[in-house]
Structure formats: structure tokens, C-alpha cells
């Protein structure tokens, strides 16, 4: 099922009400205007929309600085309206830390300015094996309830020729995860990332990891954990999916 068709089935599998807005006046699925229940919907279940994060064209044109001076305007009003006392000591610089938290931080991934460069290097000793690093540890935001996602990514790739330098795996994954995700999305950005950086179909993505607006709220549930995963290449076939998930297994004491 595509991306979009999901949003549509969402849609309709709401209540059955839709509103005049929803009928006949959209040119496609992106100028349709959700209803509360259909937010709902898609924030509970994490229903992404796209592969792409959804930004929009002009998202860089405003200054780091900009943005950090509206985001604290902005977050000491929601603080203010929930009643808090921002002449408090402990409170007053909360909405600068928060906006500078968001821009330069935990959402700083989402300008392709911070991506980190990746410089292949020759493959003389011909390693021609799979190379997988595991246990990246990341931390992202759910899109949905801007609360934190975190886990341990294991990536694979087996190389065309030529290697990557081992940090810019954990650089890669930590790039991508630092924007309001989906953890769906999350997986499948490494996986193509990797795959144009290292020029090979050849990857594999695996990522557990615990939803914060699973666990402190809505069914409050501490125990689950979400795994998703990306094969590209020879990773699709049985024998080398099950040797990558194989080594994932092995205990390392450390
Ligand atoms: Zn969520």
C-alpha cells in the first residue's frame, strides 16, 4: 500500500463522517483537510504520510537565529497559557533553552546543511564480506506527540569496492533521526541514504526502539518496543538477511 493511500483508507475508515471540505474540493490527497477524528487516528496508530519528510520549500529560508528567537516567543506563550509563572527563577529561561534545543539539537536534522559528509575510501584489502555495525544507539521525536523515540539501530552493507569510515554510520543515523519522525520513515532514510552514499543496493537497516507517547501516555504500555527494517540487494535474499540477523544476535561483552 502506498504512503498516501493509507492517509485515504484512514480517512474513511474514521466514523464515516466527512464534512463539506472533504468532498470534491481537493486536487489529491495533500490538500485534504483532516478532521479531528482522522488526527487522531493517524497520531495513535503512527500512520506516515510519505517516505520524504513532509517539509515544505521555504522551511530554510529563515535564519537558525530567527527561528530560535520565534520558537521561544512561541513556547513561552503555550507555558503562559497553561498557567505557569515565567517570573519564576527556574521557569524564566525555560522557552530560549527549549528553542535553541529544538533548532540546534534534537531537530537540527532536519537542514540538509547539517548532513554529515561522507568520504568513501578504496577498498584495498578487498573485503568483500558484510560489514555490520550494530547498537547505534539514537534518539529521535515522535512527529506525532513531539515526544522522544529512542533505540539502537543496526546497520549491514557489503561493499561495492569501496568502505565508509565506521563513525559515519552512527553520524548517518543520528542525522535522520534527529527530526520529528516515524519510526517506518526513520528506517527506510537510513537504508536509501546508505545506499547512495555507498553506492550499492546492498543494505540493511534494523531498528528497536521504545515510543515515549506509548509508554507515558495513551496505553501507557513500558514493556513493547517497535522493530522495523530495510533490505536493499542481496539483503533481500533468505540466506544473507539470515546471516545478518544472526550476528545481531551475538552477545558482545564489553
Ligand atoms: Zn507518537
Known amino acids: 500500500m502506498k504512503p498516501k493511500e493509507t492517509l485515504l483508507n484512514t480517512q474513511h475508515n ?13 486536487h489529491g490527497p495533500a490538500y485534504v483537510e483532516l478532521s479531528d477524528v482522522t488526527i487522531d487516528e493517524i497520531g495513535e496508530n503512527h500512520v506516515s504520510t510519505s517516505y520524504d519528510t513532509p517539509l515544505r520549500a521555504d522551511a530554510f529560508d529563515v535564519s537558525d537565529a530567527d527561528k530560535i528567537a520565534q520558537i521561544e516567543q512561541h513556547f513561552r506563550s ?14 524564566k529561561g525555560t522557552p ?22 561522507v568520504t568513501l575510501f578504496e577498498n584495498k584489502y578487498k573485503y568483500n564480506q ?16 513531539f515526544v522522544p523515540i529512542f533505540g539502537k539501530a543496526h546497520v549491514a552493507y557489503i561493499s561495492s569496492g569501496q568502505v565508509i569510515g565506521l563513525s559515519k554510520l552512527n553520524r ?11 519510526q517506518e520513515r ?22 528497536d526502539a521504545k515510543h515515549m507517547c506509548v509508554a507515558s501516555r495513551g496505553v501507557n504500555d513500558v514493556t513493547s518496543s517497535t522493530i522495523t527494517a530495510f533490505y536493499g540487494g542481496k539483503f ?19
Open 14 to 26: 474514521g466514523n464515516g463522517h466527512h464534512n463539506g471540505h472533504h468532498n470534491g474540493h481537493h
Open 78 to 91: 503555550i507555558m503562559e497559557i497553561m498557567g505557569l509563572d515565567l517570573t519564576d527563577d527556574s521557569l
Open 96 to 117: 530560549k533553552r527549549v528553542a535553541k534545543m529544538y533548532v540546534q539539537e534534537i531537530f537540527s536534522g532536519l537542514n540538509p546543511a547539517n548532513k554529515p559528509s
Open 130 to 145: 558484510m560489514l555490520v555495525e550494530k547498537d547505534i544507539s539514537f534518539h529521535s521525536n515522535c512527529e506525532h506527540h
Open 172 to 182: 548517518l543515523v543520528q542525522y535522520f533521526a534527529k527530526r520529528p519522525q516515524v
Open 186 to 207: 526513520l528506517t527506510m532514510q537510513i537504508g536509501k541514504e546508505l545506499q547512495k552514499a555507498l553506492n550499492t543496493e546492498d543494505v540493511a537497516v534494523v531498528l
Open 236 to 254: 533481500k535474499e533468505e540466506k544473507t538477511k539470515s546471516e545478518f540477523l544472526k550476528y545481531l544476535e551475538l552477545k558482545t561483552e564489553f
